[in-house]
């Protein structure tokens, strides 16, 4: 196994100089996913494909942003409260660039799975809307 492989199995962190100290940056574990999805509910991330501004996000969405970054990066929120502007936007952008690919190959694959099959679905289910006629010809 080379150090490629080894790294997709047991990630390197991204080190960020942060609030004076290094501050590691790892994919999310499962016990933060659902902290995770709170703190983002209603920040727009975008399409696939779409540049993500971290700056317009932040500008919009900030709260929700340190919320999830300290979630991210196991810290309190006040400690992410006194990060200077530059800092945060450092350590916001290593969040999201360690997890991009979990959320592009499982989150919103999943999203528009479930998209799929709720266009595809019936909207009426009583027999008032039912198709009764017989086989045209």
Known sequence: MDSNELNVLVPEPVRVIAGGET???LPLTIGQI??????????PFGSEGDVLDVLALVADHGDAIAEAVAIAVRRPRQWIDGLTA???IQLTAA???VNAGFFTRS??????????????????????????AGPRS
């Not at 659902?34 to 920040?43: E, I």
């Not at 799975?113 to 009583?126: P, V």
């Open 95 to 97: 969040v999201i660039g």
């Open 34 to 43: 659902p902290a995770m999805a709170r703190a983002l509910r209603g920040v």
């Open 23 to 25: 501050v590691e940056v």
């Open 86 to 88: 530059d800092e945060f």
């Open 107 to 132: 989150v919103l694959p999943a999203v528009s799975d479930m998209m799929t099959k709720l266009a595809g679905a019936t909207l009426f289910s009583d027999s008032s809307h039912t198709d009764t």
